[in-house]
């Protein structure tokens, strides 16, 4: 039975072609059936690519190939499936990537080595591979250049709705454009989560330039959400710049030119990573946490994820109550800097506790609405530092437990 | 409405007196209705007194007072309230406590610095304390040898049932009794938990000797289990020994004429900490985690932490699911030294991965009948060195939500 659709979802965007690149979607029968699992996507000769994956220490297969891959800096074929990981599946699984990663090199007359992959699903399960080697020289025939809606539908897994933004910028005067799409659900959290994304540009720039971007583009989006803190081994980030766009040629280092490029690309990287949150698994709620105060940034960070973490907090807001205290106790968790006597809690914007109790006359009101809401901001001043963060994350539901305590059988 | 008794339960065993120690419990009205609120334990003259306390940044008042009295070595009285947990209350959790303790030591005739506190409850609310500081004298006056049951029921919040443990113990000959009580359920995880345990002993042991016990058998105990790695404000862990046993005098160091003591000791205090485990908030499983194999202790604690924490183990365990993938996730996550193609990985004896992949010819079978028990049990091998620890925990369940999106209400 599939999970009713997340009420924080937003609509798909209508994607518009980009340069360079053509898409497409097919059933391999992987695991699912009467839906897609299987998208490709092939790009223009010249294509640069940029990367950025999981920090778990227990990476599946495919992360490992793109990570050796990425060291080329060109790509002329994307291949994901959903249904299987291929993540703890040892020689079998390096077998599966090598061949799949060969089949599709044969297709689009490339090397193998630019051809990236990625695999979401279950893991410990060996990779039906001749059924993805069998679909994929039908969907190569069919790929198109209005292939987005179907590339974000078959990589879905425990998602219940599609994950796509777009954006233009100006380069030098010449508009380019930016696609993108995702998957993620569970296993959501820095760095990064079971969280597939990739995003195509026809801007025109170097690999190193465009690893520098993502990079840092990384940090605000999908490095700043949380669903369950559990990391998956599957996390793929990648960035495609086809080049087919025609602006000036831009300098090594970027500079101004790129100011709206980049922009527009951070923009775009967080409303994907949003989005991911709105799908958390059995989210009702969307929760923001700021902290400020803090002794640094990074102090700032880990205080907003231990809050963003905490069982207690998020079943707290499932449940609609404004329980700061469980607020203080995951800042004081934290292990980071914090005076109970300086702290000071807000929700929704109104101030609840202030220099280590509750404000004199707090009046809830304001805040039971505000707990109703779809959309919980949590506000926490450490009254220390300069140092600030921002955290998204949902709350913790019964959903949860529906979804995780039965997603094999 | 109050929730069923946890399935994992263990009947309250029958605890017989301690010599210099007398308590009671009485319906303060703190908080809760119809029950039990505030327990009191008075101890002879000359009793000595150890403790623990939580690691929490941002802890209640309670525990920075008995901080200051443990320096005293010395101890007459325990006070301890539930329904309301005096933290980040600012000047008047403050004052609380030392009315709180002004009132004991004038009941008792000794200085307020020899009265131990805790509370536990709710966070950032004002400890009504004149209920507290009424209904003390009655309470004192029925103080009784046979007050452990009464004890152990007054400090419960969310616990099903009460939890204690005796054992006794030879020093030169003699024999020494302890008891213990402890509460706790949810906000559990080291280093502590919601928890507090309070052990007595006749024994007569000097303050650092029993510091330096104390110290050590809480990391094989409180500090080996987590419930949803939520680090309470108020974990307190106290062990007094009135010194009314017979025995020879004990040196300095311990010694060889402890060792039967200490064994008892550690074995009481696991006893406790299981039982808290046990009685995790929505638990219908005790989980065992053990992790072999670490480059170091330390870093196999950290692996066990992050398996017996992960919120997709546990729901997995609650769906009955032998989701190993979950398991190497898990391992991954926790940053420390692991190497995918070592790893190991049984559930309930039973090797299902090993190498990076799962075992040729897994009979999922007996796995599967393992996972329908109440007791389960995981064991990780990372292959590296000899770095081994255990980490006790419970599954996520309905429950946990039920009891926590809820609580204030």
């Not at 950025?52 to 190939?65: M, S, Y």
């Not at 971007?213 to 793929?236: C, H, R």
């Not at 086809?242 to 300098?251: D, L």
């Not at 101030?351 to 809401?373: C, I, L, T």
Request: proline residues 5%; contains cysteine.
């Amino acid at each position: 039975m599939p999970a009713a659709v997340s009420p924080l979802a937003l609509p798909l965007p209508e994607l518009p072609p980009v340069g360079g690149v053509r898409l497409g979607a097919v059933e391999a029968g992987i695991r699912y059936r009467g839906r897609t699992d299987l998208m490709m996507a092939e790009f223009a000769a010249g294509t640069t690519v940029a990367g950025v994956f999981t920090q778990n220490r227990c990476p599946g297969a495919p992360v490992d190939w793109c990570r050796a891959a990425l060291s080329g800096g060109r790509a002329r074929a994307l291949i994901v499936n959903s249904g299987n990981a291929n993540v703890f599946t040892g020689h079998a699984g390096r077998e599966a990537v090598k061949a799949t990663a060969a089949a599709a090199s044969g297709l689009v007359g490339c090397p193998a080595r630019q051809v990236f992959l990625a695999s979401t699903g279950v893991i410990g399960e060996v990779l039906p591979l001749e059924r993805l080697t069998t679909a994929l020289p039908a969907l190569h025939a069919g790929l198109s250049e209005q292939g987005w809606e179907a590339a974000a539908r078959a990589i879905m897994t425990t998602d219940t709705f599609p994950k796509a933004a777009t954006r233009t910028a100006r380069i030098g005067g010449e508009e380019v454009r930016l696609n993108g799409f995702a998957k993620g659900s569970g296993m959501i959290a820095p760095d990064m989560a079971t969280m597939l994304a990739f995003v195509v540009t026809d801007a025109k720039l170097p690999a190193p330039l465009l690893q520098r971007l993502l990079s840092q583009g990384v940090e605000d989006s999908f490095n700043a959400i949380t669903v369950d803190s559990d990391t998956s081994t599957s996390d793929t980030l990648l960035l495609f710049a086809t080049g087919a766009a025609r602006h000036p040629r831009v300098p090594p280092s970027g500079g101004a030119m790129l100011r709206a490029f980049r922009a527009a690309l951070f923009e775009l990287l967080a409303d994907l990573a949003l989005k991911v949150v709105r799908d958390g698994e059995g989210a009702q709620k969307l929760v923001r946490v700021d902290v400020i105060g803090a002794a640094s940034r990074r102090s700032a960070r880990r205080v907003a994820l231990a809050i963003a973490n905490s069982p207690l907090v998020k079943t707290a807001i499932a449940g609609e109550d404004a329980n700061w205290g469980r607020i203080v106790m995951a800042v004081g968790k934290a292990g980071e800097p914090a005076d109970r006597d300086r702290l000071a809690i807000a929700v929704g914007g109104v101030w609840m506790a202030r220099q280590g109790s509750v404000v004199p006359g707090y009046d809830e009101a304001p805040v039971v609405r505000h707990m109703k809401g779809r959309e919980i901001e949590i506000t926490v001043d450490l009254g220390l530092g300069a140092g600030r963060a921002s955290v998204w994350t949902c709350d913790l539901t019964h959903g949860y437990i529906d979804i995780n305590g039965s997603y094999r059988s």
